[in-house]
């Protein structure tokens, strides 16, 4: 049917299907900054604005918009330019993946219309529909008031960030007196500093850094506030095919059989797969270095399912429609066997085998369900824990939680005219998928070319090669173009998690609090597979094991099959279980020894100078040792601490409130500790070609996640080479063309390709400085390169542009470029402080966190901006984390959480104030002074909201979330 | 995959009566609540927009507010008078049971179509004594809310349109109290109660919960035990252990049974103390 409406301005016919979304049809007419996020008409991303109004277009048919007025991200502001909403979204930090950057930018659109001096409230209220999983709404509000400021036509000053002193990043020292980098981590005044000392190559004390330090926008920022087609999905071939997932209905289940004929004979059904259909390869589907860690439980396609949503079979068809009512079609003959989900069952004898297939490769003990084991240890623990003074033990449990990125996994796979499959995929892993997918569909790694797009958020989710090889074989069986996307309720059900815990600690103190020993006892479920699973249980162990200062210590911990979707990699990867577990264990013996928890920890933290005893026995990539060179935990904490007004726990009458004797008030705090990449593991490279005009080129293939990653390495390499960000040209993550990285996760991009980044283009600059040289008939000694100019000591100077010309065009000829690579052994920790303020209703147990700050050492933020946003989003995820987010399951293991209405996350409007501050110090080891923050926030608000309930009630909760009725059962049994 | 194969949007009553009538072709009209299924689940052949039959309005006369019955989620949210008037608990309920976007597009209709995200404004609904209006082309019939939500979509006979929803005003006082995991999520238990009092006497109660029976629901053997006493704190207390007593909830993920049952009991004696003050104050 034909429908006729104004879009954008511009009078719009379109022909519809009856039954198609206005979402689908506008998508379909290149409208491509209206996403896809849900079905359902909770998160917002589809929206735009009708007759003026924010509607969520996947809830709407098509036909609906027909005599409506529609307006689209790409009817603000054409071409080039910019309208003032994107200008202040741009400028204020709020786009970090950008995928709900159009929906917001409309909500903002629809209330300035209406209010020229909007108050927080309402700009809260005006994003509340549109869910955001990477920024805490903080930045975005901020973009709000700033864009109503543009609006009026007021002058809006610049972002309030001073560039980083160089006295400051690199110390009031002369580059020739100077410690060198091994030496160069003392402190320069008191154990609280946030400066250490080193040099810096070429710099004088004088200067400051011009990019390094500064809030630079994102280089991503303006294609994806205008809503450009960035994204994995914004794109069409010809001849595309979608493809469509069948999953499990059982949670155990073999498959005698399966007949797929009726799907096949169904028009437009150009593929149908099976486990008869593809070839049985073993792998473990977790993106990581290679050998993929152990153990390898998994193929392509099985006739085995293991939890419900299990992948069954997969179908390429003419459309989306026509591939789903295929499914329908499938026949399955399932015989249904006996299920188990709690970790502590399924390790008992006689448990259901969930693993029985002969092939499976390094399961520890399939029998008994344990994918795989940890014990490490440190000194004598148990001689320790025997003589100690004081001893404790407390078991915590956490819970299982999905990512929820808002762009679902989505991939297109397509054969290039050179018969080489293009997978064009949203992953955080691009490197990793290419090398994973080769064995699976029996192409080499030459044939195969990854592109990462803009990524609509990954926290996790998206390392891992969930969905790449079905699309792959559905290229390869059908020969075309196909597009496979998980729906919201297939993310819930289908794809990654984080991992449920439950951990014991035991302690050995001395009388006056000093910890003697510690042990920490962990069970960790891996769901139906165990991909990322021993990685992620030995990052639990270190970070529940590295904080506090103890030489006797052990981690044992069991990594166990059930029949439930299967956890993955999430922002964190254990340390928000260990550090639940820990934070509110340090917090239980500080109350029982009657300590200020505060004190408490800072007499047992590790601090400037100290080794990381447990380093020496795990790590994620094997064991190696560590030495903190960088620590700003008492500043942080004094900061965050000050921000929440920490001295108000002094006063017991504050807990009441007289006009509401059913509250009662609470403060708490978490002492966080997070680590810097995977040493020894985790490798960056980068690589810098100069242009004619003194512009460069870098590519790398570290992966940006809408963390700013691109924009954080652009600033490294612009600062390295004097000149502006807007002259560096970023390029990321496509396997023909940029180098290897191992990809976005542990905390690494930074610090590791970072490095890469730094390395290369200091190489650069010393072939700049050599044709400098030789133009100007000197030597390299004491030449300067800032503000894209080379200075000789006596004052003669040339351009870059004048460099680039005569090194390409003039004169011994040649292109300036270099490439590096970055390892390290070094994993030095960011350091911070997590507070929280509740309130807690005693009657009914529901929990209200009013305020979070949050403090972090991340060495030198080499873009404060998109540094606090990290701790900003962090927050706010680990926020549901403590007190409402959970997967949940029925008796039959099927999972009840499978919308955003039900699992739901924060929105906007519903958010207590977030505060972020970064504690600048200087680490050594890191590209200009420069740490991990992209982790480090979610660890801590789940043990601070849990001690702020004990000291709210004196009731202690162990587990999480803190749900109403958990608080309400705690307080009666108290009773 | 939706079955939609069809979509019409009448002009007027008569031809919407003759679509929606027609026999043998599943037919019905587009009614989105605040917590939707997806359309590709939506069941009927052919979709019936009803967006011209003039149902979208807030009017006011001196036996009540009258809602038409496609006016959104959102107008009730903006609509002063629904803030000033009922103590302020259509606009709260409304708040409640959606983000903004969704409150645009999710309509009354819908709303009692679907009450599986949207139980505070059925409870307001119920403790207001809303009268359902029920349109077949000029025919109109009328049903007390509380019938109307028990009985469900078998409600409506073919051709049959909900068209608008009548809450009368009243003397008494509302007040309503939700428990939730976050501020914004939909709720655990939420409780509306009314008071028509004179003195001290009640002389009229009506209490409604949700989340602690299968659907939205008045509880009478709380009111019966209210109505012609004065109130008092043990009232109050006896009519909190009714509330659960009566409570028959489902368990989920939001809450068990047995909190259910507590909260009704809770927020039924908090509700009604709240009432109580406003009406004092
Ligand atoms: S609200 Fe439409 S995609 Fe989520
Ligand atoms: S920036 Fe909002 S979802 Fe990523």
């Known amino acids: 049917m034909l429908i006729r409406f104004e879009l954008n301005k511009k009078q719009t016919e379109l022909e519809v299907a009856a039954s198609e979304t206005l979402l689908d049809a506008l998508r379909k007419a290149g409208f491509w900054s209206v996403k896809h996020g849900c079905e359902t008409g909770e998160c917002g991303a589809c929206s735009v604005l009708m007759d003026g109004k924010l509607i969520p277009t996947c809830i709407m048919l098509a036909a609906q918009a027909d005599g409506h007025e529609i307006l689209t991200t790409e009817g603000l502001a054409e071409g080039q330019d910019i309208h003032p909403i994107q200008k202040a979204f741009i400028e204020s930090g709020a786009i970090q993946c950008g995928y709900c950057t159009p929906a917001m930018i409309l909500a903002t659109k629809a209330l300035l219309d209406k209010e020229k001096y909007p108050s927080l409230e309402q700009a809260r209220e005006a994003l509340g529909p549109t869910l955001c999983r990477c920024t805490g709404y903080v930045r975005p509000l901020e973009g709000v008031l700033r864009a109503a400021a543009y609006l009026r036509g007021e002058e809006v000053p610049p972002l309030n960030v001073k560039p980083i002193p160089v006295e400051a990043v690199f110390g009031p020292i002369s580059p020739a007196s100077g410690p060198t980098e091994e030496s160069g981590f003392e402190p320069s005044g008191g154990v609280a500093t946030t400066t250490r000392i080193t040099t810096a190559p070429t710099l004088t004390a004088q200067d400051t850094t011009v990019v390094v330090g500064a809030p630079e926008t994102k280089v991503d920022a303006v294609k994806l506030a205008k809503g450009r087609a960035a994204f994995t999905d914004d794109m069409t071939r010809p001849g595309m095919l979608y493809a469509a997932m069948l999953t499990s209905p059982y949670a155990h289940a073999r498959i005698r059989n399966i007949d797929t004929s009726k799907a096949r004979a169904l028009p437009g059904v150009r593929a149908v797969l099976t486990y008869k259909d593809v070839p049985r390869v073993i792998y473990a589907s977790g993106g990581q270095s290679y050998p993929n860690p152990k153990p390898w439980d998994q193929v392509s396609l099985d006739n085995k399912v293991r939890f419900v949503g299990d992948r069954v079979a997969v179908v390429a068809a003419d459309t989306l429609e026509i591939a789903k009512e295929a499914l329908k079609l499938i026949e399955v003959d399932y015989e249904v066997l006996p299920a188990v989900f709690d970790p502590e069952e399924s390790i008992k004898d006689g448990a259901p085998v969930i693993h029985d297939e002969p092939d499976a490769v390094g399961i520890y003990d399939a029998q008994h369900n344990i994918s795989a084991t940890i014990l490490a240890q440190t000194g004598d623990v148990d001689k320790a824990l025997a003589e100690a003074e004081i001893r404790f033990e407390r078991t915590y449990r956490t819970q299982q939680v999905q990512q929820s990125s808002i762009e679902p996994h989505i991939c297109i796979t397509y054969w290039d005219e050179d018969d080489r499959l293009v997978i064009r995929t949203s992953t955080q892993v691009p490197y990793h998928v290419r090398r994973m997918i080769a064995p699976l569909i029996g192409l080499p790694v030459s044939r195969i070319r990854v592109v990462k797009p803009r990524i609509g958020g990954g926290f996790g989710g998206k390392q891992e090669m969930l969905i790449e090889d079905l699309a792959a074989h559905l290229t390869i069986a059908t020969g075309r173009p196909v597009r496979l996307e998980y729906t919201r309720e297939q993310e819930f059900t289908s794809a990654r998690s984080r991992h449920p815990f439950k951990i014991t600690f035991r302690a050995g103190l001395t009388k006056d609090g000093k910890l003697q020993a510690l042990e920490m006892v962990a069970i960790e479920d891996t769901g139906a597979y165990g991909v990322h699973g021993v990685t992620v249980c030995s990052v639990a162990g270190l970070r529940g094991l590295s904080t506090y200062k103890c030489e006797n210590v052990r981690f044992d911990a069991k990594i166990v099959y059930t029949n439930k979707p299967v956890p993955g990699a999430f922002r964190g990867y254990g340390g928000p279980q260990a550090l639940f577990a820990l934070e509110s264990f340090m917090d239980e013996i500080a109350h029982e020894l009657k300590m200020d928890p505060i004190e408490f920890r800072m007499n047992n933290v590790v601090r400037l100078g100290d080794s990381i005893p447990i380093a020496t026995a795990l790590g994620e990539g094997g064991p190696v040792p560590q030495v903190i060179r960088s620590w700003g935990l008492a500043e942080c904490i004094e900061r965050a601490g000050n921000a929440i007004n920490w001295e108000r726990v002094k006063d017991p009458q504050w807990r009441f409130d007289p006009e509401r004797p059913n509250i009662r008030r609470g403060l708490g705090m978490a002492v966080l500790m997070h680590g810097t990449a995977i040493p020894g593991l985790d490798m960056g490279s980068a690589v810098i070609k100069m242009n004619d005009d003194g512009s460069f080129n870098l590519l790398v293939g570290a992966t940006d996640i809408g963390t700013g990653s691109d924009t954080i390495l652009g600033q490294i390499a612009a600062e390295t080479l004097g000149v502006p960000l807007s002259k560096v040209i970023v390029y990321s993550s496509d396997t023909d063309v940029t180098p290897f990285d191992v990809g976005a996760y542990a905390s690494s991009t930074t610090f590791i390709s970072g490095g890469a980044v730094k390395k290369c283009a200091e190489d650069v600059r010393n072939q700049i400085f050599e044709r400098a040289a030789l133009m100007l008939g000197t030597t390299t000694e004491g030449m300067i390169l800032r503000n894209e100019r080379v200075t000789t000591p006596d004052g003669r100077s040339v351009t870059l542009e004048e460099i680039a010309h005569h090194s390409l065009h003039t004169k011994d000829q040649q292109q300036i470029m270099a490439t590096a690579s970055h390892m390290s052994l070094q994993a030095p920790p960011p350091f911070g402080a997590q507070f929280a303020e509740i309130e807690v209703d005693i009657e009914t147990g529901q929990v209200t966190v009013k305020k979070l700050t949050i403090a972090v050492d991340c060495g030198t933020p080499i873009n404060p901006l998109t540094a606090v946003g990290q701790l900003e989003g962090a927050v706010a995820q680990a926020l549901g984390y403590a007190v409402s987010e959970e997967m949940a399951y029925d008796q039959s293991g099927s999972i009840q959480t499978r919308r955003f209405g039900d699992y739901h996350i924060f929105s906007a409007d519903e958010m207590p104030e977030i505060q972020a501050f970064l504690v600048p110090t200087y680490e050594p080891s890191g590209p200009y002074g420069a740490k991990a923050v992209g982790e480090i926030g979610i660890d801590g608000v789940a043990p601070a909201v849990a001690n702020a309930v004990y000291h709210a009630t004196g009731i202690r909760l162990r587990d999480i979330p803190i749900l109403p009725e958990k608080v309400w059962r705690a307080l009666h049994q108290s009773r | ?281």
Not at chain 2, 44 to 62: F, H, N, P, Q
Not at chain 2, 134 to 151: H, M, N, V, Y
Not at chain 2, 199 to 228: D, H
């Open chain 2, 1 to 281: 995959m939706s079955a939609i194969k069809e979509y019409y949007r009448p002009e007027d009553w008569k031809s919407a009566a003759e679509i929606l009538g027609r026999p043998g072709v599943k037919t019905a009209p587009i009614l989105v609540s605040t917590k939707p299924s997806p359309v590709e689940k939506w069941d009927m052949e052919t979709a019936v927009d009803l967006s011209r039959l003039g149902l979208d309005y807030i009017k006011e006369d001196e036996q009540g507010i009258h809602i038409g019955a496609l006016t959104t989620v959102q107008t009730l949210v903006d609509t002063p008078i629904f803030s000033t008037k009922f103590n302020g608990i259509f606009h709260l309920a409304a708040k409640h049971a959606a983000t903004g976007g969704l409150r645009n597009v999710a309509t009354m209709a819908g709303v009692l179509n679907d009450l599986s995200g949207s139980g505070e404004i059925a409870l307001t609904l119920l403790a207001s004594d809303a009268v359902v209006y029920i349109r077949k082309d000029q025919s109109i019939r009328t049903q007390p809310i509380a019938g109307f939500l028990a009985e469900g979509k078998q409600n409506l006979t073919a051709g049959e349109v909900l068209a608008e929803i009548r809450i009368p005003f009243s003397d008494g006082v509302f007040a309503l109290e939700r428990v939730a995991r976050t501020p914004a999520d939909q709720e655990i238990v939420a409780v509306v109660v009314f008071l028509l009092l004179s003195g001290s006497q009640i002389t009229k109660a009506r209490v409604a919960i949700s989340g602690a029976s299968p659907q939205p629901m008045r509880f009478l053997a709380v009111e019966q035990a209210l109505e012609k006493q004065e109130f008092s704190s043990s009232l109050v207390e006896k009519a909190a252990e009714i509330a659960t007593r009566e409570a028959k909830p489902i368990g989920d993920f939001r809450g068990s049974a047995e909190y259910r049952a507590a909260m009704a009991g809770t927020l039924t004696r908090r509700a009604l103390l709240k009432a109580w003050n406003l009406k004092a104050g």
